[in-house]
Each structure stands twice: as structure tokens, then as C-alpha cells.
């Protein structure tokens, strides 16, 4: 049961145009989402997060969105840049039972930008 | 600062070896966790601890044990590797149950 899901594995954008990377939910539990960055032979990197009470957050060319009521988000990167390009994991945090939470991962999308 | 750190990079074992896959952390954090992500997969939660002397399974335990005796190592233990072991492991740390994980490069295992 995927709770986290991101539909496109792969994604191929040019040099200066938006990037637009996608994730859909099934848990309502999930207070918490966050996008992380994944580089070839490196562990992914935090890029950035967003809350269940809000439905934007903006970081530089990086803007996460958050529709609750469609269980979906999306990072958008502009402008993409050659650098961008990584795989981009989604995922979603709930509260445990026992205290603390946890992370769901999505499958990841590998974005290619192209000059 | 070296963050989280993982050894070794690469290893092949063979059906029925054991190893201990080493983790690190030199930020003091309380929080440390394993993961594994098999090709075309999200990471899968193994085990984690939320402090020196705690553990907890996660989503994929079986085949592994951790133990946590100080807060800066969280070692993860293959008793008898299988072809199903074969995938990267991430270990990662967080100081607060809310921040984000810092990861270590990976493990890439492969069982034959």
C-alpha cells in the first residue's frame, strides 16, 4: 500500500523553465511534507518542507504547494537549472501512536534539466 | 563536520554471511534511523532509536537487528544475508523528532 505516491519517474525540463515535480497522498493523518533531494552516490538532501495548516511555502526558486482537500503536492522549481538535476523524493510525516513520527517516502522523480 | 557517516560504501556478501553495516553521527542528535531503498522504490523504514538504549522496528525489520549504546552509533547487523538484502541503506539523524533527516551517502549491498 503506497501511501505516498509520485506518479512520474522521470521528468525532462530546459535551462530556465519551470520545473514542476508532483506527489499525491492516501493517509489524512499526514501532518507534515517534506521534499528531499537526491543526488548518484549521495543520500538525500532536505530541500524543503511544508505544514498541513498552510498551502504554500516559498524558498528561493523553490515553492512547495499543499491542496488538502485533493491529498496532492507539488514542488516547483523556477528557474531550473543543470544543477537541478536530481531525484526528488516526497514525503509525509505522521504522529505515532507511541509518541514521535514518521516518514513515508514516495518513489522519487529523477529530474533532468537540460541546457 | 562530518554529519552522518556510513561504512562501508559497497560490500558483496554471500548467502548465509553476516555484517554490521557502521553508522555515525558527530551532531549530538537523539534521533537515528535505518533505511533501505530497493530500484524504483521510496526508502523503507527498517529500525530507528530515539535515543542511546532505545530501538524500534520500523516498516521492514525482518532479516536485521540495531542495538544503540551511545548516541553516536547505530550500527545495523545482517545475521544471514539473503538476495533480498540486496539494496543502498541510509542511515540518517535528526536532533528533534520534527526536523528534517540528515543522511549518510549509502551502503550499497549485494547478496549472491
Known amino acids: 500500500d503506497q501511501q505516498v505516491k509520485q506518479n512520474s519517474p522521470s521528468l525532462s525540463v530546459q535551462e530556465g523553465r519551470i520545473s514542476i515535480l508532483n506527489c499525491d497522498y492516501t493517509?489524512?493523518?499526514?501532518?507534515?511534507f517534506l521534499w528531499y533531494k537526491k543526488y548518484p552516490a549521495e543520500g538525500p538532501t532536505f530541500l524543503i518542507s511544508?505544514?498541513?495548516?498552510?498551502d504554500k511555502n516559498e524558498d528561493g526558486r523553490f515553492t512547495v504547494f499543499l491542496n488538502k482537500s485533493a491529498k496532492h503536492l507539488s514542488l516547483h522549481i523556477v528557474p531550473s537549472q543543470p544543477g537541478d538535476s536530481a531525484v526528488y523524493f516526497c514525503?509525509?510525516?505522521?504522529?505515532?501512536?507511541?509518541?514521535?513520527?514518521?516518514?513515508?517516502f514516495g518513489t522519487g522523480t529523477q529530474l533532468k534539466v537540460e541546457l | 563536520n562530518a554529519g552522518v557517516t556510513q561504512t562501508p560504501k559497497f560490500r558483496i556478501l554471500k548467502i548465509g554471511q553476516s555484517m554490521t553495516l557502521q553508522c555515525a553521527q558527530d551532531?549530538?542528535?537523539?534521533?537515528m534511523y535505518w533505511y533501505r531503498q530497493d530500484p524504483g522504490m521510496g526508502l523503507k523504514l527498517i529500525y530507528y532509536?530515539?535515543?542511546?538504549?532505545?530501538?524500534d522496528k520500523g516498516e521492514v525489520p525482518n532479516g536485521y537487528n540495531v542495538s544503540r549504546s551511545t548516541t553516536e552509533d547505530f550500527p545495523l547487523r545482517l545475521e544471514l544475508a539473503a538476495p533480498s538484502q540486496t539494496s543502498v541503506y541510509f542511515c540518517?539523524?535528526?536532533?528533534?523528532?520534527?526536523?528534517?533527516?540528515?543522511f549518510g551517502n549509502g551502503t550499497r549491498l549485494t547478496v549472491t
Open positions: 511544508i505544514s498541513s495548516i498552510k
Open positions: 514525503a509525509a510525516s505522521a504522529r505515532l501512536t507511541g509518541g514521535g513520527n514518521k516518514l513515508t
Open positions: 540518517a539523524s535528526r536532533g528533534t523528532e520534527n526536523s528534517p533527516l540528515h
Open positions: 493517509n489524512s493523518m499526514f501532518d507534515y
Open positions: 532509536s530515539v535515543g542511546a538504549g532505545i530501538t
Open positions: 551532531m549530538n542528535h537523539n534521533y
